[in-house]
């Protein structure tokens, strides 16, 4: 009931930027935790950020201090701002609704995932 479509990915050179954008539309609950994910080749899927729909962030470690995550509430779509990019950054990045149907049972939704290539 919940379709997410990501854009933003692209090829950026280190210590540059880039914005990924995550729409959601269909069926959107009031309760919700969005999240950036990315999976390098060879490397097991890791969280980037999460935001509630209070507000509250968390940003991993490894992209704290480079990384912002937003939403704006009245287009339904989460953000992640990445600043001074290294190599490291690299991955398919997915964007992660999880949200509560109101009842007893939280969904989890997930984007089609964008390519984040940094490079020089």
């Known amino acids: 009931q919940v379709q997410l479509v990501e854009s933003g990915g692209g090829l950026v050179q280190p210590g540059g930027s880039l914005k990924l954008s995550c729409a959601a539309s269909?069926?959107?609950?009031?309760?919700?935790?969005m999240g950036w994910y990315r999976q390098a080749p060879g490397k097991q899927r890791e969280l980037v950020a999460t935001?509630?729909?209070?507000?509250?962030?968390n940003v991993a470690d490894s992209v704290k201090g480079r990384f912002t995550i937003s939403t704006d509430n009245a287009k339904n779509t989460v953000y992640l701002q990445m600043n001074s990019l290294k190599p490291e950054d690299t991955a398919v990045y997915y964007c992660?609704?999880?949200?509560?149907?109101?009842?007893?049972?939280?969904?989890?939704?997930w984007g089609q995932g964008t390519q984040v290539t940094v490079s020089s």
């Open positions: 992660n609704r999880r949200q509560f149907d109101g009842l007893a049972t939280w969904f989890d939704f």
């Open positions: 269909g069926s959107i609950f009031s309760i919700y935790t």
């Open positions: 935001i509630t729909n209070s507000g509250s962030t």
